[in-house]
């Protein structure tokens, strides 16, 4: 398990380690539960599941069906009503206690290179900071203004129509929220994954937060890595994303 990634959180406290291993004693229905969470989880590499006496397949079965019936409780992207948004923007959104409180790790004034709907640019707005939110895509950078608008803080945010590569904006932190691509269920994934991190890493953009999948391998970066974990009942143990801090 990467040390950046709270194993007693993902895994639960009757976990102890022992070397390189996490090891609990649990009853049946409990093992199938973890089993279920763990299931092509990977953060550069699979983690490797041992359950001694083996799980019969009636009880993997129903530990995967709890655990899909738990991820429909998940911590919430934005809760105010009227918040315009597509397809992507409620797959990609940060949930916005999440997006809060990474916001009060912040201050100054922060550009964020890929605002999407908005979700972001309003945590570090609502957290205090300055903002400068960009996004090559005229129609969703129009959603990320109501919304602004709609949190009460489209005065501390400054929207510009631009290519991230590009834009040249003096900023105390660039925050990234690069496009993770189609497929979710990958247990490695890299900078070849995210170029658009990679082509703002290469121009030198420094100090740089990047929100990158839980499955990206931070071996291959030099930055320190955080996982980030969801709030609600159903996705408190599961890590929502990854943050790198260049």
Known sequence: MPEWVSALRLLGPEFSQSEELWIAELPRERAADVMARLRGLGFGAELAVYVRPRLKRPAIRDGRTREARARRDSTPGFTNRGVRSDEEGRFSLTPEVLALRLGKRAEGHVLDLSCGIGGNAIGFARAGCRVTAVDLDGTRLAMAKHNAKLYGVADRVTFVQADARTVEVDADLAFIDPPWGGDYNKTRTTLEDLPLLADVLD?????????????????????????????????????KFTLLRF
């Open 203 to 239: 121009r030198g953009r420094r100090p740089l937060w990047a929100k990158v999948p839980p499955s990206f391998d931070a071996r291959t970066v030099d930055a320190s890595a955080e996982a980030w974990f969801g709030e609600a009942a159903g996705d408190r143990h599961r890590v």
